[in-house]
Structures are given as structure tokens and as C-alpha cells.
């Protein structure tokens, strides 16, 4: 398996002309009666269509390097068992063979029927409901087997993973190295404490905010697997939640409600959400600093370029220590 952040410099989308898209949609035998636009995507490229007979969409082609086709493919057989569970998920489309991963000239790409809505409202009980009821059928189905090519959750490797990455870079003066480092050391400190081993790794979706949940009413769809690994079943709840404990306590009941119509809420690994906060927060930036030579990241992310990044986000590890050694969140 290819490491989520490997081959920083293996990304080049540059042949990736609006020709090249029409002609991969074409080679598997789908006709796009317009040429695609472009959705936000960083990590990967995503475009949607619509076909001859006005049906729509999304293609994705995959970033060069990053995944190995065994590991992506686990991802498509992950959808398929989900649909097939009824777990609401956006499947990626097989051909008349059963292949999902396509390649073109080189770029890996798969199909994916369009997937329309917005995401849920946390002030609506009932969009709550949906939503632990959507991650809890999830969850159920995810604990059944196991991941063997995609990434399992390690924290300290994967965090002096992301640690090698940022300092290998020319982003931080020798001052911010010394605080970076030390910060990210008594981050490891603190997390050498936590009780992760009450926490049993899954299968989960891997990076479930908001932006990946779409839907309509009381009906949403979970899309965006691409980060789907093994790791505890928390990780794809706190992402979905506010900073604010005492705002979201007010809420979790509806979404407890509706996880436990598939299997009861790990409520023990609440007191492992600030610890996933503090590892999210060193891996996105190290996630950033691995993608700067794509020009799609400066665009987007343009203040990681200045020099005062950096010391605003040792300020915000060394915030982060505080919430490890007095957590709000408790079992």
C-alpha cells in the first residue's frame, strides 16, 4: 500500500485536458453529452457530466501514486458491500465485467452515478437522527471484516510520519523547527496516555465532516471514501461534531438514537475525540506541506505560504495540549 501523503511530487495532473476526460469516459463505453466541470477536489480530480440519455455523473480520477490499484479497489468492494447492505453510500459503477478502476493513458479513474443534496443541519433532530443512523449502519457493516490493503490507524507512526514531512520541507525557520518539534513531542506524550487500545479498529469512512454527507429531508447519502482505513469508530463521528462540548451534548442523543438502530454507541471513545483532534491537526498540515508543488494547493490554501502559518499552528498544538490534559469530552 502507498502511504495517504507518499510521492509528494508524483501528482501531475497537467495532462488531464478536458479531451483526455471525454476520451477516458468514452473508452468504458459512457458518452457525456457535454464536456465535464469540475468540483472541488484537492486530493484527486473530480468532474461531472451528463450523458446522452441526461443521466449524471461524477468522474474521478485518482492522484498518481498515492494509492496502489489494490488498495483503491478495496475502497470500491467496501462501497459495493455497503450498497448492498443498504448503508446509504455512492457506489463507484462496474461495467458489464464487474471493473470499477479504469485506466487512460495512464490515469487511473472510476464512475460514480451523481449524488445530489446538501448536508445535514445540526440544529435539525431529525437530520441528526439520520446521520448517526447513516454512520451506525456504517460502522455495523464495517466491523465485519477487515482492511487489507488501505491504511491502518497508527497514531505515533503516523504522526512521526507527518512530523518528518513538515520538517523535511524549507517552510519553518530554524526557531519554528525547534517549537514545532517540541510541541509535536509533548503531543506524543500526551497521547502515549490515552486508552487506545479499548478502542477496536474498523472499517470507517476516515474523513466524515460535512462536506462528504449529502442528501435531502431525512434521507442522506455518505460519499467520498477515499480516505476509508481501519481506525476507531470515533474518528467518524468528532469530525461531524462542534468544538463546543456543552452545544453538541445538547444534540448527541438524536444521533446515539439513531446509531443504535445497527449497534450500541462506542460512548468510551469519547474521551479519544480531543487525542483524534490533535492527530488530525499535525497530519492535515503535513497533508499541505506534501502537496505544495500541485498548484492546486497554493491557489487554494495560499496563506500556508506565509511565514506566520506556522506559528499560528504551534500555537494551536500547544492550545490543543491544553484540551489533552484537562479533557471536556468523558465517556
Not at 501531475?12 to 476526460?21: G, H, I, N, Q, R
Not at 448492498?84 to 465485467?97: F, G, I, L, Q, T
Not at 486508552?195 to 470507517?204: N, Q
Not at 471514501?225 to 463546543?244: G, K, N, R, S, Y
Amino acid at each position: 500500500m502507498v502511504d495517504a501523503m507518499a510521492n509528494a511530487t508524483a501528482h501531475d495532473f497537467s495532462a488531464l485536458s478536458p479531451d483526455v476526460v471525454m476520451s477516458a469516459v468514452e473508452s468504458v463505453g459512457v458518452y457525456p453529452a457535454v464536456e465535464p466541470f469540475a468540483l472541488n477536489s484537492y486530493e484527486n480530480r473530480v468532474l461531472m457530466f451528463q450523458d446522452d440519455d441526461r443521466a449524471r455523473w461524477v468522474v474521478k480520477f485518482y492522484r498518481p501514486a498515492r494509492w496502489s490499484n489494490a488498495a483503491i479497489q478495496e475502497e470500491h468492494d467496501f462501497l459495493t458491500e455497503l450498497d448492498r447492505a443498504r448503508v446509504p453510500v455512492s457506489a463507484p459503477w462496474r461495467n458489464d465485467e464487474g471493473q470499477s478502476l479504469f485506466e487512460y493513458q495512464g490515469l487511473r479513474f472510476a464512475l460514480f452515478r451523481q449524488c445530489a443534496g446538501q448536508a445535514p443541519e445540526l440544529d435539525n433532530p431529525a437530520h441528526l437522527f439520520a446521520l448517526g443512523e447513516a454512520l451506525g449502519a456504517l460502522h455495523e457493516q464495517g466491523a465485519q471484516r477487515v482492511f487489507v490493503h488501505r491504511h491502518t490507524f497508527d497514531v505515533d507512526a503516523d504522526i512521526e510520519d507527518a512530523r518528518g514531512r513538515v520538517l523535511a520541507s524549507d517552510r519553518l525557520d530554524a526557531q519554528q523547527r525547534r517549537a514545532y518539534s517540541s510541541a509535536v513531542d509533548k503531543t506524543l506524550t500526551a497521547l502515549a496516555r490515552c486508552d487506545w487500545a479499548s478502542a477496536p479498529l474498523i472499517r470507517i469512512h476516515g474523513d466524515c465532516h460535512l462536506g462528504n454527507v449529502l442528501g435531502r429531508d431525512e434521507h442522506f447519502t455518505l460519499v467520498d471514501f477515499d480516505d476509508a482505513m481501519m481506525a476507531p469508530a470515533i474518528q467518524d463521528v468528532w469530525m461531524l461534531l462542534p468544538e463546543d462540548e456543552q452545544g453538541w451534548q445538547a444534540r448527541l442523543s438524536e444521533v446515539v438514537e439513531g446509531y443504535e438502530q445497527s449497534r450500541p454507541f462506542p460512548s468510551e471513545q469519547l474521551t479519544l475525540i480531543e487525542p483524534l483532534r490533535a492527530y488530525r491537526l499535525i497530519r492535515y498540515t503535513a497533508w499541505l506541506v506534501s502537496r505544495w508543488s500541485d498548484p492546486a494547493f497554493p491557489r487554494a490554501f495560499p496563506w500556508v505560504g506565509d511565514n506566520g502559518y506556522w506559528d499560528q499552528h504551534i500555537r494551536q498544538l500547544e492550545q490543543q495540549l491544553l484540551q489533552l490534559e484537562q479533557p471536556r469530552w468523558l465517556a
